[in-house]
């Protein structure tokens, strides 16, 4: 079989299992759509004449955020459930390859993380004055890079922590740094921060979502997209070098 | 030509050597037993054969080729039973199998794979209801799925009952009447004698006993034992005997002619042996033996060691 068809039934069975889970689904659904969507739309409603700005700055921070859960917190459970119920040393004993069933897992988990920010995105242009972007085409891909580095650093969560347990957990101090960098806590919070750690911050790959996907809603120079491409292609180049050298198949007994 | 080949193949974990430096060639279409107690380096083995480990030092050539380097062309062409693999619970037998042939080559029709490891009647069931022989099953379709040249079953018939376990042994032999070669592990030595044609012994790392399973067995005692009359003496007795309460057990490598020379005997004493079993050397006997002699071994060394 080619490594593509390999990756894509991988793909398929991780959906298949998904979408059959209806808790897993509702779950994240409805969180996804609370938190990217309700939380929007209810400061929209209190404000008195909502800004286009706001909005867009509330949008995007708390896409990062369900970004980050629903690609690098998903990842790193559902990786660690599979190694821990000896599923990935089941699925190597057939003919796939390791990158088959890695590839496969991420491209299942990317399309869900797109699946729900385009809802997302979806209830704020229709309920809010929000617009939708100039470049789609570019938002789409944004979302959809950003996605596939954050499950990659998932996937690093799913090897480093030590306790499978501790997994979903242990991604929430990355959680809330990548809102907190984004902006997710809105503009007040955001200015309180000493100017290192705004760098810092920015350095995270929703940072560079941010800044992608803000030039994607408000169009500009497409040189502009350097810097946050840099800065992307580092974080999928690090956390690629650790799963090739680092990635577990069977439980630490 | 050797389906399987393994040239001074070694394999530790940290301090462990759970491999050492062993070599054995298995014909294809011969069914090999890879047998030895827990620990002794059945299951890494399987897995240095599977391609799931590197070796430390040494070959391994599965149909030719290295399962490292070649991973794919191996995989394609082999079957793997693991002792231990996990499933998704919410699938039923059918669906799991059905899920599977998108992974495999040139697979079966899910219905034939059910079929064969007998769960056909389960293929409506969800696996996390099935029982851990019925998974075991499960886990031999799955290992059918692509009609593999090399089949590995590491404890195959853990869990089954035994008209389950006869099953599977009738699907081992048919898989080997039609040219596939199979290495197995277990620990029922009938399932070993019953099933192989060639076997390795394994104790600690090494292989203890290995070759033909018949000569093998040819070359060991068998031994004939009775209740010893109560009026005879073990040193009355026309063959050297050893006592254990009241049953005395005679060795000998023709044991059939030394139960007649026993029979021959009491009957000119008007005396009866009560009990009489005559036994030709068995997988198990060797096994215990082998057994007996590593712990009397790692006694000594322990005592030796102590001392030093």
Known sequence: ?253 | MAAIQVNHLSKSYGSFQAVDDISFEVEAGAVFALLGRNGAGKTTTIELLTGFRRPDAGTVRVLGLDPIRDRAQVRGNVGIMLQEAGFFPDLTAGQTVEIWRDFTPAARPASEALELAGLTAKAKTKVRQLSGGEKRRLDLALALLGRPDVLFLDEPTTGMDPEARRDVWEVVRDLAARGTTVLLTTHYLEEAQQLATNLAIMDRGEIVVGGDMAETLAARVGRVSFELPSVVQPGELPLPATVRGKVAVVQAADPDLAAQTLLSWASERGLRLRGLEVRTASLEDLFLELAHNGETAQNSTTTRDARA
């Open chain 1, 1 to 253: 079989m080619t490594p593509v068809r390999d990756v894509l039934a991988v793909a398929r069975l991780g959906g298949r299992l998904f979408w059959r889970d209806g808790r897993a689904v509702g779950g994240v659904a409805v969180l996804g759509v609370c938190l990217g969507a309700g939380l929007p739309l209810l400061v929209t409603a209190s404000l008195r004449s909502p800004d286009v700005e706001v909005v867009l700055g509330m949008h995007l921070g708390l896409l990062a955020t369900l970004l980050t859960i629903a690609a690098t917190t998903q990842t790193a459970v559902t990786l660690s459930a599979r190694r821990e119920s000896l599923v990935l040393k089941r699925l190597r004993a057939s003919g796939l390859s390791g990158r088959a069933i890695v590839g496969g897992e991420l491209v299942n988990i990317v399309t869900q993380a797109a699946l729900l920010s385009a809802l997302v995105s979806v209830i704020l242009y229709t309920f809010t004055s929000l617009p939708p972007p100039e470049l789609p085409l570019l938002f789409a891909a944004c979302v959809v890079t950003v996605a596939g580095v954050l499950a990659l650093i998932g996937v690093v969560f799913s090897i480093v922590t030590r306790r499978p347990d501790l997994n979903a957990p242990a991604t929430i101090p990355f959680m809330l740094a990548s809102a907190l960098g984004a902006g997710a806590y809105g503009p007040f919070v955001a200015g309180l921060l000493p100017g290192w750690v705004r760098w810092a911050l920015d350095l995270l790959p929703t940072g560079a979502m941010v800044e992608i996907a803000g030039l994607a809603y408000g169009g500009g120079e497409p040189a502009t997209l350097t810097g946050p491409v840099l800065n992307l292609t580092v974080w999928a180049l690090l956390a690629l070098v650790a799963v090739r050298f680092l990635f577990r198949w069977d439980p630490r007994r």
